[in-house]
Antibody
């Protein structure tokens, strides 16, 4: 059974960098898939942040692209999110997810999600 | 404001049917598969529909999806109180090279 688990600080100061990791169990991340990060600010809808292929190929939301880096560590079977220069607007529940298909298509639906982790940006 | 447009809310009585629309453009819905999620507070989104109209295993056939041109629709029949949730459409946008989500629709089962 494939499981994803987000981890990282729940509180980040404004202007600092938010860093989260998604540990994958039950599947080797080297096997494929475009692994994704999605967030939901309080009271708002889902927002896709970006996705990374096991080879390191990435796609990012253009509204966040200048501040986002997604990387993959196949040796630890995990992938990570870094969001720099955060503000209160980056306060959200952050999810990592795996799409349905093991393909080179970054647009496949996500069918396996982590439980989500709340990150609050505040001094 | 989302590129994909959904109604903010819909409501219907238990046992009735409801539809949720999702409107986009040729660069997204018009030329890519649409998917739908159900999102309950405090839980991870659940995939209800993928590839426009397919249901993952375990999703009851009360849930259905369709697409026509640059719009998609989620249908839910035999409404239950447990269906109260937020519903999101999504797709890939070929021009933006990005995954898009609709703004979400809150379903109330009266």
């Amino acid at each position: 059974q494939v499981q994803l688990q987000e981890s990282g600080p729940g509180l980040v100061k404004p202007s600092e960098t938010l860093s989260l990791t998604c540990v994958v169990s039950g599947y080797s991340i080297s096997g494929g898939y475009y692994w994704g990060w999605i967030r939901q600010p309080p009271g708002k809808g889902l927002e896709w942040i970006g996705s990374i292929y096991h080879t390191g190929s990435t796609y990012y939301n253009s509204s966040l692209k200048s501040r986002v880096t997604i990387s993959v560590d196949t040796s630890k079977n995990q992938f990570s999110l870094k969001l720099s220069s955060v503000t209160a607007a980056d306060t959200a529940v952050y999810y990592c997810a795996r799409p349905q298909y093991d393909s080179s298509d970054p647009g496949d639906a996500f069918d396996i999600w982590g439980q989500g982790t709340l990150v609050t940006v505040s001094s | 404001q989302s590129v994909l447009t959904q109604p903010p809310s819909v409501s219907a009585a238990p046992g009735q049917k409801v539809t949720i629309s999702c409107s986009g453009s040729s660069s997204n819905i018009g030329n890519n598969y649409v998917f739908w999620y159900q999102h309950l507070p405090g839980t991870a989104p659940k995939l209800l529909i993928y590839d426009n109209n397919k249901r993952p295993s375990g999703i009851p056939d009360r849930f259905s999806g369709s697409k026509s041109g640059t719009s998609a629709t989620l249908g839910i029949t035999g409404l239950q109180t447990g269906d109260e949730a937020d519903y999101y459409c999504g797709t890939w946008d070929s021009s933006l090279s990005a995954v898009l989500f609709g703004g979400g629709t809150k379903l109330t089962v009266l």
